[in-house]
């Protein structure tokens, strides 16, 4: 198995925006790993490799989708036509079908997967040149976009029966169509003993003082420092803990700000060890990213969602509620006594957490994995 550009069987169009896209593009190719070792993957940042400069206009689209325009993100389609000669959706489109051709002869990919909607749009363009071609989109989300459902491939990985719903209302025929679940690392369906987070990554501790997870998002975007500032105030009847992305700047101001207030608190940088420190959280407030979301219920945490991006993360977060899994925040101030009644209401917190563990969806990695092998000549 590899995910290098050189012979591969299976070739995923990723987007190293966020951090969502990669993570599942990663954990397609661990399901691969576990029921073909044999088959080989490739995962291509498709944006970064079609040019930088289109790269840089879809992150600080999504950045700006962030802060001051929410509708920034899918307007780069939306607003261009309809791929008429000389627009700019014309331009990204036709760049990135070139760039595809390259890297499917210099690869000798057999199966083609997009689970971000840049890429599956060349890849319905692609499609329609290459019928023969086995395409794939991951959606990541829990209410597909039309921007990133193209009408024309053999398969669509998709969160839920409600998810699978609006993808045939879309046009796409239902057979086609697979609720497995948002693929997650297979390690989320593992059973995991909390105690070396609290000890080896976190350095607690034997006290039983509930531990608080806070994410911002892959980029550590939002309203986290506000969300963060709230906690602190509550910190003697928690242990908190930051993951702040790769905001650096984000990480040292909200360390400043517990010392400042002689509040404790741990702030983490990226970290592979998300699956234990989930394991030993008793609650999750987050940004509701797809993948954020789908890696609680697997570990049958209640989530405090908060700061959605209109569009897709209002829509997970509405699934994330009604599923009972998680509670969405309408102004950040809420954030606090919202974390505070999961942490003190046994009854509440078992609720949510037998809502996560009914709406999750198991082995999903493996399933979308199995599926797109399937389609391997």
């Given at each position: 198995?590899?995910s290098?550009e050189?012979?591969?069987?299976?070739?995923?169009?990723?987007?190293?925006?966020?951090?969502?896209?990669?993570?599942?593009?990663?954990?397609?190719?661990?399901?691969?790993?576990?029921?073909?070792?044999?088959?080989?993957?490739?995962?291509v940042?498709?944006?970064?490799?079609?040019?930088?400069?289109?790269?840089?206009?879809?992150r600080?689209?999504?950045?700006?989708?962030?802060?001051?325009?929410?509708?920034?993100?899918?307007?780069?389609?939306?607003?261009?036509?309809?791929?008429?000669q000389?627009?700019?959706?014309?331009?990204?489109?036709?760049?990135?079908?070139?760039?595809?051709?390259?890297?499917?002869?210099?690869?000798?990919?057999q199966?083609?997967?997009?689970?971000?909607?840049?890429?599956?749009?060349?890849?319905?363009?692609?499609?329609?040149?290459?019928?023969?071609?086995?395409?794939?989109?991951?959606?990541?989300?829990?209410?597909?976009?039309?921007?990133?459902?193209?009408?024309?491939?053999?398969?669509?990985?998709?969160?839920?029966?409600?998810?699978?719903e609006?993808?045939?209302?879309?046009?796409?025929?239902?057979?086609?169509i697979?609720?497995?679940?948002?693929?997650?690392?297979?390690?989320?369906?593992?059973?995991?003993?909390?105690?070396?987070?609290?000890?080896e990554i976190?350095?607690?501790?034997?006290?039983?003082?509930?531990?608080?997870?806070?994410?911002?998002?892959?980029?550590?975007?939002?309203?986290?420092?506000?969300?963060?500032?709230?906690?602190?105030?509550?910190?003697?009847?928690?242990?908190?803990?930051?993951?702040?992305?790769?905001?650096?700047?984000?990480?040292?101001?909200?360390?400043?700000?517990?010392?400042?207030?002689?509040?404790?608190?741990?702030?983490?940088?990226?970290?592979?060890?998300?699956?234990?420190?989930?394991?030993?959280?008793?609650?999750?407030?987050?940004k509701?990213?797809?993948?954020?979301?789908?890696?609680?219920?697997a570990?049958?945490?209640?989530?405090?969602?908060?700061?959605?991006?209109?569009?897709?993360?209002?829509?997970?977060?509405?699934?994330?509620?009604?599923y009972?899994?998680?509670?969405?925040?309408?102004?950040?101030?809420?954030?606090l006594?919202?974390?505070?009644?999961?942490?003190?209401?046994?009854?509440?917190?078992?609720?949510?957490?037998?809502?996560?563990?009914?709406?999750?969806?198991?082995?999903?990695?493996?399933?979308?994995?199995?599926?797109?092998l399937?389609?391997?000549?």
């Open positions: 198995m590899t290098q050189n012979n591969a069987d299976v070739l995923i169009l990723s987007s190293a925006i966020g951090s969502g896209h990669m993570r599942a593009s990663a954990a397609v190719v661990r399901g691969v790993t576990l029921l073909d070792p044999e088959r080989t993957c490739s995962i940042d498709f944006p970064h490799e079609v040019s930088p400069g289109i790269e840089r206009l879809l600080d689209a999504y950045l700006e989708s962030l802060k001051l325009w929410p509708t920034a993100y899918g307007r780069l389609y939306q607003s261009s036509g309809t791929g008429q000389g627009s700019y959706v014309h331009y990204i489109q036709t760049a990135g079908l070139r760039t595809l051709e390259r890297l499917v002869s210099s690869t000798g990919a199966a083609l997967v997009a689970p971000h909607f840049y890429g599956a749009g060349v890849l319905g363009a692609y499609k329609e040149q290459n019928p023969e071609m086995f395409s794939a989109v991951v959606l990541t989300d829990y209410v597909p976009h039309p921007i990133g459902v193209p009408l024309n491939l053999d398969l669509y990985i998709v969160a839920d029966d409600a998810a699978a609006v993808v045939a209302k879309l046009g796409v025929p239902e057979e086609r697979h609720p497995t679940g948002i693929p997650i690392d297979p390690i989320f369906e593992e059973p995991v003993d909390p105690g070396p987070a609290r000890k976190l350095n607690l501790g034997d006290d039983d003082l509930p531990i608080v997870l806070v994410m911002g998002g892959g980029l550590g975007g939002g309203e986290l420092e506000e969300a963060v500032s709230l906690l602190l105030g509550a910190s003697e009847a928690m242990h908190l803990v930051v993951l702040c992305g790769s905001n650096e700047r984000t990480r040292t101001r909200l360390e400043h700000l517990a010392e400042r207030g002689g509040h404790e608190a741990t702030f983490l940088a990226f970290t592979d060890r998300v699956r234990e420190l989930m394991a030993a959280a008793s609650a999750l407030v987050t509701p990213g797809g993948m954020s979301c789908t890696e609680a219920l570990s049958r945490l209640p989530q405090v969602l908060y700061h959605p991006i209109p569009g897709q993360e209002e829509d997970n977060a509405a699934a994330i509620v009604r009972g899994a998680g509670v969405m925040v309408r102004e950040t101030p809420q954030i006594g919202q974390t505070l009644k999961i942490l003190t209401s046994a009854d509440h917190r078992h609720t949510m957490v037998e809502a996560a563990n009914t709406a999750h969806k198991p082995h999903s990695a493996r399933s979308a994995a199995s599926l797109i399937a389609g391997l000549p």
